[in-house]
């Protein structure tokens, strides 16, 4: 075996045991409220989740993307020693699999972005030293600790309120909800489609502007509205029946929205995440085909196949056992508040990547969770696993750094 | 399984709803202890203040719970010292019933023929204004459902409001019951008279801490 096959093999796996952390280590977070909620049982979530993330992570996942995650390092540095570059990549990817390993053991929702970025950031300092590293990106990806969890609160805490004066407030809740049900609908569809659509798609050579997402997503929008107008109903009521009972049937009907915004939460995931798994292959790839290094890389299909496919097998393996402790420990959580918080968290994540914020969908996700919680949604929630949580984000770039330095090491070591 | 999931911790709530339904289960049996005690029937009213006894150490240990689960980490959607009055105060019902329990069992006591209608009156009054209390806490989940606010918000304030008039009514009998008692004179031997003040008292004291109730829940709902 030569050493390009070798190291093209030596990638695939990497990458391949990337996609699989990437698919155990959030799946539960994505997933976990709407089975706390009963909105799904633990089987249907899983699929559901597998569906979602593949779609995400095949057909909007990036299809151009950059060398280096974040550009967190000018990669031409290596034009004169191209090899060096595919050492690292792999570093990278071993060092951000062997984190989110870890993490996804221990319980802690780490952000697979940042443990790439703290990947990269550690070949790099070995092969360029400080300076190489872009510290302006390093700041955005600091912010995003503060930024991804506010928003996502906000968010969700406006949702939840309005979810709360529209309908809960209400004398007869379910005759709200059953009016207000098709429009929440065609937000989402609205929302989702844009999101596949603008920018997406690519691998279906789709190129469209904004305008021509936003008149196809408005269509798809009103389609939604006009099939959830009808099914809605269907929907029994009966006006004699008590507040509790109306609250009752009020939160089956929530169900159906949290089961959509279970679906585009994992979607958003699979978009937004699976270029940590297959953009490092892909640099490699192109390296290992003309010997040169690029700022931009085409992302051959095979690779998006084969990490959405991954991402997918470690939901099945690892995140349903991870899933299934979920649905049985969370019983406080209904429908109304899983939705806001997952409607949140996703919308959060979509648009503000489309805007090239950084933005992590678990740290966003946090954040919507307990701002439901202050708008007094949730019977209680356990602030000491915040810490906890904020200790697992600040360790996340320290620790793959370091392996991903000495993993760089030891390639140089033994190979040219 | 620890994840961002764990940041929903088990609902306080719910074993609070579940400590009222043994404070209720304890004002059940305050109608049967006082027709047994009129009949004489003491071997009743010894059965009866057991089980009360019983009640109300169950619901202690429903209580100490909730205490010992309460940490300082927790984040309700009410004022954790709040939470803790509302849970004192419905203790101090279960307690309030004990006592009324314990006292009647001291001695073989006879109800006066001069006071039993408005004994009647105020056991049947005081009972009530418990259930009242009982029917509040049950509103909890509802009341959580719709964040504090709304109809729904609405519905309890106003019962909260009843409920205070209510205690105001049992005050107003518990006078006259006391009236009544102190009229007998010496037709009412000095023990006698001093648990049956004793009862009256404690009768009055399960009314006052329902209304205790109601109190809490307004705060809840100012907030």
């Keep these: 075996m030569d050493?390009?096959?070798?190291?093209?093999?030596?990638?695939?796996?990497?990458?391949?045991?990337?996609?699989?952390?990437?698919?155990?280590?959030?799946?539960?977070?994505?997933?976990?409220?709407?089975?706390?909620?009963?909105?799904?049982?633990?089987?249907?979530?899983?699929?559901?989740?597998?569906?979602?993330?593949?779609?995400?992570?095949?057909?909007?996942?990036?299809?151009?993307?950059?060398?280096?995650?974040?550009?967190?390092?000018?990669?031409?540095?290596?034009?004169?020693?191209?090899?060096?570059?595919?050492?690292?990549?792999?570093?990278?990817?071993?060092?951000?699999?062997?984190?989110?390993?870890?993490?996804?053991?221990?319980?802690?929702?780490?952000?697979?972005?940042?443990?790439i970025v703290g990947g990269v950031v550690g070949f790099g300092v070995i092969a360029g030293g400080m300076d190489v590293i872009n510290w302006g990106k390093m700041g955005q990806v600091v912010l995003s600790w503060i930024v991804s969890p506010v928003m996502g609160g906000v968010v969700a805490y406006l949702v939840f309120k309005f979810i709360s004066t529209k309908v809960f407030s209400k004398r007869t809740p379910m005759v709200y909800a059953k009016n207000l049900l098709p429009y929440m609908v065609f937000w989402v569809f609205v929302i989702l489609s844009n999101a596949m659509v603008y920018k997406g798609l690519k691998n279906l050579h789709l190129n469209l502007s904004f305008n021509h997402a936003l008149v196809i997503s408005l269509v798809v929008g009103s389609l939604a509205f006009a099939v959830t107008k009808f099914l809605v109903k269907k929907i029994?009521?009966?006006?004699?029946?008590?507040?509790?009972?109306?609250?009752?049937?009020?939160?089956?009907?929530?169900?159906?929205?949290?089961?959509?915004?279970?679906?585009?939460?994992?979607?958003?995931?699979?978009?937004n995440d699976v270029a940590n798994a297959v953009g490092p292959l892909a640099a490699v790839v192109g390296i290992l085909k003309d010997g040169h290094v690029h700022m931009k890389v085409i992302m051959p299909t095979w690779i998006l196949a084969l990490g959405g496919g991954f991402i997918v097998f470690g939901l099945l393996i690892w995140g349903a056992k991870v899933m299934k402790t979920v649905g049985e420990n969370i019983t406080e959580l209904t429908p109304s508040r899983g939705f806001a918080a997952t409607f949140a968290a996703a919308t959060v994540v979509l648009i503000c990547s489309k805007m090239g914020l950084p933005i992590s969908t678990t740290h966003t996700l946090v954040g919507s969770v307990i701002g439901v919680g202050m708008a007094r949604g949730l019977p209680t929630l356990n602030l000491a696993i915040i810490k906890m949580i904020m200790i697992s984000w600040v360790s996340t770039i320290p620790f793959t750094a370091i392996i991903s330095m000495l993993c760089y090491k030891t390639f140089l070591m033994f190979l040219p | 399984m620890r994840s961002i999931l764990s940041m929903f911790s088990k609902s306080p709530f719910k074993p609070l709803a579940s400590h009222m339904d043994k404070v209720r289960a304890c004002v059940e049996q305050i109608k049967p202890l006082f027709d047994a005690l009129e009949n004489r029937d003491y071997d009743s009213v010894q059965k009866i203040s057991e089980l009360i006894v019983k009640l109300e150490h169950e619901a202690d240990m429903i209580k100490?719970?909730?205490?010992?689960?309460?940490?300082?980490?927790?984040?309700?959607?009410?004022?954790?010292?709040?939470?803790?009055?509302?849970?004192?105060?419905?203790?101090?019902?279960?307690?309030?019933?004990?006592?009324?329990?314990?006292?009647l069992r001291i001695k073989n006591l006879d109800t006066p023929e001069e006071i039993k209608p408005s004994l009647h009156e105020l056991v049947n009054h005081v009972v009530d204004t418990a259930h009242m209390g009982c029917d509040l806490i049950s509103e909890l989940e509802a009341l959580l459902e719709a964040s504090f606010g709304g109809a729904e918000a609405e519905k309890v304030e106003k019962a909260t409001q009843k409920l205070g008039t209510a205690e105001w009514e049992a005050d107003r009998k518990q006078f006259k019951l006391a009236q009544g008692l102190f009229k007998l004179g010496n037709d009412l031997g000095p023990a006698d008279l001093l648990l049956w003040n004793e009862v009256i008292k404690k009768l009055g004291a399960v009314a006052d801490k329902t209304e205790q109730i109601g109190k809490t829940l307004r705060i809840f709902l100012s907030q």
């Design chain 1, 3 to 115: 050493l390009d096959t070798f190291l093209l093999l030596f990638a695939v796996i990497a990458c391949i045991y990337m996609a699989c952390n990437i698919g155990a280590n959030d799946v539960a977070n994505a997933m976990g409220t709407s089975v706390g909620s009963k909105a799904l049982t633990f089987k249907q979530a899983i699929m559901i989740a597998a569906v979602a993330e593949f779609i995400g992570a095949f057909f909007v996942g990036g299809h151009v993307s950059d060398t280096i995650r974040k550009g967190m390092l000018d990669p031409t540095i290596f034009e004169a020693v191209p090899y060096h570059l595919v050492y690292g990549m792999i570093s990278a990817l071993i060092a951000a699999a062997l984190w989110l390993h870890i993490a996804s053991y221990l319980g802690w929702p780490v952000s697979t972005t940042h443990s």
């Design chain 2, 64 to 103: 100490d719970d909730i205490r010992t689960h309460m940490r300082q980490s927790m984040f309700l959607p009410v004022d954790k010292k709040d939470f803790m009055h509302l849970l004192s105060a419905q203790d101090d019902i279960a307690d309030a019933v004990e006592d009324l329990a314990v006292l």
């Design chain 1, 236 to 271: 029994p009521y009966n006006s004699s029946w008590d507040l509790q009972k109306q609250f009752h049937e009020t939160e089956n009907i929530f169900k159906y929205l949290q089961i959509l915004t279970a679906f585009y939460v994992a979607f958003a995931h699979g978009s």
